[in-house]
C-alpha cells in the first residue's frame, strides 16, 4: 500500500482509487500528531494512508469538518464510515480496518 503526503494529489481521486484509505488530517506542530506518526506509517504496509496537513489545506480540512486533530477518516469503497479524533494504537485502527472490511 502507500503513504501519501497530499500535495498535488486530488483527494477525491484517491479516495475513489483505493478500496480501504484512511486519511490523517494533522498539523506539524501538533504533539499527538507526532505521536501517530509512525503508526501511520507502519500501518501504510496495509492499506494506503494519506496524510493533509491542515495549515497547508484549510479549505479541504473545512469541507471534512476537522475541529481538531490529528484526525483520522476511514474510507471504504468511496464512502466515509468511521472517524476518530486523538492519537489511536495501531490494535486499534486495525480493529477498525477488520470491522470495516467485515462489513461487506
Known sequence: MA????????????????KILIVDFFATWCGPCKM????????SKEVTVVKIDVDKHE????????MSVPT????KDKNEVDKHIGFIPIEKIRQIIATVTQKG
Open 3 to 18: 503513504l501519501i503526503h497530499l500535495e498535488d494529489e486530488n483527494l477525491e481521486d484517491l479516495i475513489n482509487d483505493n
Open 72 to 75: 483520522l477518516i476511514f474510507f
Open 36 to 43: 501517530l506518526s509512525p503508526v501511520l506509517e507502519e500501518i
Open 59 to 66: 479549505q479541504l480540512a473545512r469541507d471534512y469538518g476537522i
